[in-house]
């Protein structure tokens, strides 16, 4: 499989992937030679600030060298703040900036939508607010998104390849409609695609997630990543603190500067975690399962 290099110089290069059958993904920087008449990938520098999704086998590296994670979102179907914790969280200490779309506000209900997203802008993110029906915001959008790698992120339907064809008129990516009975989308996307403007103006469409598991985090490290409390979390007493009635928690004081609305978000998403990872682990030994669904066993 040949993979698309793009040089400094703005020419596309098809090239084949590196001897030691590592496979290139976007956003890396790669050097290249040639070999019998063909261009290949010889090295790949060392990988940075990556978009990792998870799932069973350990997380799929989507893309390399991210500049700004882009969460859209969208009127219809509407933003749902915990996967935005979710892929927030997903990040780490990585530089990588965040920025909220709230896309199809052409629809009646962006007022209520807005106001979803209202506690991820006081922790931080920026919103931009886009429809691509009426073309407003998208000029926005495009200066936000005009240096570097800019990934989006989100639901199914909620319009990323729209925003990208509005964004790079030569994309003419696939967009899907939603279904009307379960307002999700279709999962028209499938694999992630690359859309360069420059060499260092490069915006990449992803696939819409259903879920985003965040196995194998530490729920202290959940704690000190949740937007808008982990700097915070700096004044509990304990460094690992949960916020779960430590003695000295300064997210629960009664001076907390955290939210009420934050807080029981955080907390639905470590019970959440809690209840993924007693799935994933299984049944404990001596403890039987499948009797917990169904009929209780018949007395003879
Ligand atoms: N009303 C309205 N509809 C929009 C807007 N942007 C996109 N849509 C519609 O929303 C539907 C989904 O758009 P897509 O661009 O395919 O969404 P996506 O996020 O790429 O979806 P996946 O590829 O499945 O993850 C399509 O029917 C679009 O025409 C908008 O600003 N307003
Ligand atoms: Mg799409
Ligand atoms: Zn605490």
Known sequence: MLVTVLTADGERVRARPPRDRTTPVIGDRVALVEDGGV?????????????????????????????RLVIV????PGPRPGLIDRMWIALGDQPIEVVLVLNKCDLPGTEAAAAELADHVAAGAELVRTSTKSGEGIAALGARLARGLSLLVGHSGVGKSSL???????????TGAVNALTAKGRHTTTVATCHALAPDHLIVDTPGVRAFPLEGLALAEVASRFPGIGAHAARCHFAHCLHEG????????PDSLVPAQRLSRYRTLISSLREEAALARGPKPGERRGREKGPPPRRR
């Open 39 to 67: 261009s290949r990938v010889a090295e790949i520098a060392r990988r940075e600030r990556v978009f990792v999704r998870p799932n069973a086998q350990g997380g799929q590296l989507v893309a390399a060298h991210v500049d």
């Open 73 to 76: 979102t969208a009127v219809e």
């Open 164 to 174: 990208i064809n509005a964004l790079v008129p030569s994309a003419a990516l696939a």
């Open 246 to 253: 430590e003695p000295g928690c300064a997210v629960e004081a």
